[in-house]
């Protein structure tokens, strides 16, 4: 099959999170170095050795759709909704009979819902409504968004930890490119829920900051004690730059390459020297036909995590040679923490604005450099930079990676 090179825009974000439920308050917040990670209220973790997380505030599912469809969906598929009708708004895209089936649905979700299961009365097992059993799933996000906007396009849910929703990107684009498609809609989503927190504070993962819950997410900072878990969604709109010309719509930034690997090394342990990190750049790269001299940042995975910040840079090293002094690289998770499957595509989001505003946001929380992690890592404060090709990464549990690349208009 005839591949369609057209390049695909992005031109529209939603975005519902620990640090903003509106695209513009998300970025506001985010190049302002602003932490939305506090002690966990949304359940009880007494008792456990980490107590803290990124919970989405203020969120209200009836701004954006009607109670009857707020009642049927799970908190990550109303998150997914919302961020969703933000992004179509936001692109001013028109749905109509002939475009619905021509626009994919893909998203990328990790430990799908398990808030209700959790709530689910012991009389529920007699008799308990089918929605409610199929709201939970993973692919339920998928289905209630082609339902609510009567889209007939393909539909697919991609579940592979913190690189769900950038897997979820690499089978849209790769769809469009195949011209099975002519526009994408691209979700990642998570909520929290007491049993799936309970799970991750047991792996001794997390960190126990518990006292200074805004401080303890420190991306490449040698005080680190692990990543810190969160919430929410982001949503992005796929199209061909051709078609977004003639809408006389200006995207934020044109999607350029993706590629994933895997370290095959361990389920639970980042492989130390970064190799497979550094063959996804490699492979995003030469997929987006850009020299590695062309990239100026990098939006890293940096979950704060010691092993995993450490393997990422050497993995740009590794990848980008003498020019890795130069470049600049900061992570959004010392803002955010980790929302798991919705972590790339929210990454995505946050370097389509840097691309747009030149503005890169600050790896905030970074106040004692590691003897490994010595790049520049925009510490503490904003940096404004003209970006004209930027690459982002992600690496998950498991040992996935994937790396997307990004250039201006």
């Not at 199209?239 to 994933?260: F, I, N, Q, W």
């Not at 595509?345 to 030149?358: F, G, Y």
């Not at 946001?361 to 004692?368: F, G, M, Q, S």
């Not at 503490?380 to 982002?392: L, P, Y």
């Amino acid at each position: 099959m005839k591949m369609d090179m057209d390049r695909i825009a992005i031109t529209g974000m939603g975005v519902i999170s620990p640090i903003g439920n509106n695209l513009e308050d998300f970025w506001e917040n985010l190049i302002n170095g602003r932490c939305g990670i506090r002690t966990i209220r949304g359940f009880d973790v007494t008792g456990l050795r980490t107590q803290i997380g990124g919970e989405v505030d203020n969120f209200s599912p009836t701004d954006y759709m009607d109670l009857k469809t707020a009642k049927r969906c799970a908190r990550f598929t109303q998150f997914a909704l919302a961020a969703v009708d933000q992004a179509i708004r936001d692109a001013g895209v028109e749905i109509n009979q002939q475009s619905r089936q021509n626009i994919g649905i893909y998203v990328g979700s990790s430990t799908c819902s398990l808030v209700d299961q959790e709530k689910l009365p012991k009389t529920a097992l007699k008799a308990w409504p089918i929605f409610a059993s199929l709201r939970d799933c993973n692919h339920s996000t998928a289905y209630n968004i082609a339902c609510f906007y009567n889209l007939t396009g393909p539909t697919m849910t991609l579940t592979s930890a913190c690189n769900s929703s950038s897997n979820a990107l690499e089978i849209a684009m790769d769809q469009m490119r195949l011209s099975k498609i002519s526009k994408a809609i691209v979700i990642g989503t998570e909520a929290l829920s007491q049993m799936a927190y309970q799970t991750l504070a047991l792996s001794q993962g997390m960190s126990r900051r518990n006292e200074a819950p805004e401080k303890a997410s420190r991306p490449f900072d040698r005080e680190r004690d692990g990543f810190v878990v969160s919430e929410g969604s982001g949503a992005i709109i796929l199209e061909k730059l051709t078609d977004a010309a003639k809408r006389g719509v200006k995207p934020y930034a044109v999607l350029a390459g993706c590629a994933s690997t895997n370290d095959g090394y361990s389920i639970y342990k980042c492989e130390p020297s970064g190799q497979e990190i550094s063959r996804a750049m490699h492979q995003a790269l030469t997929y987006a036909k850009k020299d590695k001299s062309q990239i100026s940042y990098v939006s890293a995975h940096g979950p704060s995590m010691p092993d995993t910040d450490r393997a990422e840079t050497l993995a740009i090293k590794r990848t980008f040679g003498l020019g890795s002094s130069e470049l600049k690289i900061s992570s959004i998770k010392g803002a955010l923490g980790s929302p798991l499957g919705a972590t790339n595509i929210l990454q995505v989001i946050a370097t389509s604005k840097s691309i747009a505003e030149s503005v890169i946001p600050p790896t905030i929380n970074l106040e004692h450099p590691d003897d490994v992690c010595d790049l520049d890592y925009v510490p503490r404060d904003a940096r404004e930079m003209t970006i004209n090709c930027a690459i982002i990464n992600s690496h998950a549990y498991g040992g996935g990676n994937t790396s997307v690349v990004l250039e201006k208009i």
